[in-house]
């Protein structure tokens, strides 16, 4: 069964400093996508960042960046320069391809960026 | 453009009426859909998905039901509503292919008094 944990249910982080939010899963699958999802106040899902299992290569995205263990099954997912509008929720998911593609995500971080 | 509509945006209701929830997608065809609910201050619980018509996988047994009556239509409905439905409904759907991950609807905010 797919699982996705991120055991950091709050992080906080100075404004231009970075940070990282951990995630781990489990699946029986080989091929599937990992991903990260931002939920600001306005609580709209927004898509961050993916990674393609079968790469390994980490992915970026300007200041967003993942570091992927494929071994380990972590997927952290790096900010760097933190700006205010960062603050949201942090959700880590991941997809199995199959015909139905379903995607499970994590509990959520809750990050707050401070001036 | 492919874009995603959910309604209602709030719903209060009382324990015991019924509930529906309506998403609908357009500027695609035969796309995977998806009920999600979000509980305060947790993550995202995968209800229901489609991938055709009339076709409805439920992932958690529950006072829920989902249908599909048209090719780009989802609806997640209750007979008869508990205090545990409250919640935040999100309705999501995958784009051509799940690399592009999900897009998700803008949310349904449902208290049961």
């Known amino acids: 069964a797919q699982t996705v944990t991120q055991s950091q249910p709050e992080m906080s982080v100075q404004e231009a400093e970075t940070v990282t939010l951990s995630c781990t899963y489990d699946?029986?699958?080989?091929?599937?996508?990992l991903f990260w999802y931002k939920q600001p106040p306005s609580r709209q899902m927004i898509l961050v960042i993916r990674?393609?299992?079968?790469?390994?290569q980490n992915a970026t995205e300007n200041r967003f960046s993942v570091n992927f263990q494929k071994a380990a099954k972590s997927f952290s997912l790096k900010i760097s320069d933190s700006q205010l509008g960062d603050a949201a929720m942090y959700f880590c998911?991941?997809?199995?391809?199959?015909?139905?593609?379903?995607?499970?995500f994590g509990p959520g971080t809750s990050l707050s960026v401070i001036p | 453009s492919q874009t995603i509509h959910q309604w209602p945006a709030t719903l209060v209701q009382p324990v015991g009426s019924p509930l529906s929830l309506e998403c609908t997608v357009e500027?695609?065809?035969?796309?995977?859909l998806y009920w999600y609910r979000q509980a305060a201050g947790r993550g995202l619980q995968l209800l229901f998905y489609?991938?055709?018509?009339?076709?409805i996988s439920s992932e958690v047994p529950q006072n829920l039901s989902a249908s599909r009556p048209q090719d780009r239509q989802f609806i997640l409905s209750s007979k008869k509503l508990l205090l545990s439905d409250s919640g935040f409904y999100l309705c999501?759907?995958?784009?051509?292919?799940?690399?592009?991950?999900?897009?998700f609807g803008s949310g349904t905010r449902l208290t049961v008094v």
């Open positions: 999501a759907w995958r784009g051509d292919s799940l690399f592009y991950g999900y897009t």
């Open positions: 699946t029986s699958e080989s091929d599937y996508y």
């Open positions: 990674q393609e299992a079968y790469k390994q």
């Open positions: 998911a991941q997809g199995e391809k199959t015909s139905y593609d379903k995607v499970i």
């Open positions: 500027g695609t065809s035969n796309p995977n």
């Open positions: 489609s991938v055709g018509i009339g076709q």
